[in-house]
Nanobody, 112 residues
């Protein structure tokens, strides 16, 4: 059974950092592209970053490019989203997509 599970969210102060993780199971991770998305309160889900199956080609949204970094560890079937200098507007549910499979999301709350 294909499954994608995010973790690493939580309450963080402005200026802090987080590394979100997303572990895939039940399918061949290294054959699939992936993406990270965010849904802020009251807003639509937005694309943050994507990465191809080998990790050699990435896209990061202009709005977060200076602070967000996507990576993947194919032997571990895991992708990461490193976030630095967190801002209150980064608050939201962060989702991982691997191929066509979506995780349930992990909540990030940036607040002092």
């Amino acid at each position: 059974q294909a499954q994608v599970v995010e973790s690493g969210g939580g309450l963080v102060q402005p200026g802090g950092s987080l590394r979100l993780s997303c572990v895939a199971s039940g399918f061949t991770f290294d054959t699939l592209g992936l993406g990270w998305y965010r849904q802020a309160p009251g807003k639509e889900r937005e694309l943050l970053a994507t990465m191809n199956r080998s990790g050699g080609d990435t896209y990061t949204s202009d709005s977060v490019r200076e602070r967000f970094t996507v990576s993947r560890d194919n032997p571990k079937s895991t992708t990461y989203l490193q976030i630095k200098d967190l801002k209150p507007e980064d608050t939201g549910v962060y989702y991982c997509r691997v191929g066509l499979e979506w995780g349930q999301g992990t909540l990030v709350n940036v607040s002092s």
